[in-house]
Every structure is written in structure tokens, then in C-alpha cells.
């Protein structure tokens, strides 16, 4: 744990160095996770499906009980978890945005695995709290610039 940790740590940290900051990032669009998880909006997914597993996609679970965790399970998960459910609904929208050729995002798919890989592996080991929570915040920032997606 004590190499993925550092791993983590630096990941998230060299990131967020690299991406403009939240308060003046120049938001591109984004579409929130209330949209994502919407059945009829399922045909807009690009490159992943709603069940592809959480943990597979972003190469980390963030305990025992989220293994069968699916992509559209994370985005319908509310507070708790020590904030990690919000993290993992915003990665999933984040993912959806960066993935859609109709969607200018400001990040691409693998900064946010790398990013969401990164503030997990810190929280779970309790080294670094408020990692995840920065990180669902740029997120969130993101997710709500504005859908251009009907």
C-alpha cells in the first residue's frame, strides 16, 4: 500500500498543478450527473455502457462494497462515504463528458482516471483528507458548465 499511496499522492498533486485551478478554469461544457444517469440519455454514453464496472474503469474501488459498483450505480450515489460517493458520481459524469465527441471538456478521460485514481487511493488510506474532496469540486465546476446535449 505504501508505493500505491505515494503513487497517489504525487498523481493527484502533479495533476492539479497541471490543470487551471477551479475558480478561474475556462469551462468548456459539461453535463451533470442527473443527466448521465437518465435512461434515455444512455445512447449518448460514448465508449462506455452503463454497467461497466466502476472499479475496472478507474482502476480503483473505493472499499470492499464497491467492487460490483456499476457506472450508472456511482452516478445515482448520494452523501456518505466519507465523501467518496459524490467523487464517484462527479468521475462518472466527468468520464461521460470527456468521452463525448459533442461535449467541449476540459479534461481528457485519462487525467480524470488518473485524477479520481489518485484522491482515492489517498482518502482510503487517511492520509490525505480533502484530496478527493478537490477533486470532485473541479469536477463538479465542470459537470455544470452547461449541457449542450439535449
Known amino acids: 500500500m505504501g508505493k500505491r499511496l505515494i503513487v497517489g499522492l504525487a498523481t493527484v498533486a502533479l495533476i492539479m498543478t497541471m490543470l487551471p485551478g477551479v475558480a478561474t478554469a475556462q469551462c468548456g461544457d459539461g453535463c451533470t450527473p442527473g443527466y448521465w444517469k437518465q435512461v434515455h440519455h444512455f445512447d449518448a454514453w460514448t465508449g462506455y455502457e452503463p454497467g461497466d464496472s466502476f472499479a475496472a474503469t478507474f482502476g480503483v474501488g473505493f472499499e470492499a462494497k464497491s467492487a460490483g459498483l456499476t457506472l450508472r450505480e456511482?452516478?445515482?450515489?448520494?452523501?456518505?462515504?466519507?465523501?467518496?460517493?459524490?467523487?464517484?458520481?462527479?468521475?462518472?459524469?466527468?468520464?461521460?463528458?470527456?468521452?463525448?465527441?459533442?461535449?467541449?471538456?476540459?479534461?481528457?478521460?485519462?487525467?480524470?482516471?488518473?485524477?479520481?485514481?489518485?484522491a482515492a487511493v489517498a482518502k482510503v488510506a487517511t492520509v490525505a483528507e480533502g484530496a478527493e474532496n478537490e477533486v470532485m469540486e473541479m469536477l463538479a465546476t465542470y459537470n455544470e458548465s452547461g449541457c449542450p446535449l439535449q
Open 74 to 118: 456511482a452516478l445515482r450515489l448520494q452523501g456518505g462515504n466519507r465523501g467518496l460517493n459524490q467523487l464517484a458520481r462527479h468521475a462518472v459524469a466527468a468520464l461521460l463528458n470527456a468521452s463525448s465527441p459533442n461535449v467541449a471538456y476540459p479534461l481528457t478521460e485519462e487525467e480524470i482516471i488518473a485524477l479520481v485514481g489518485g
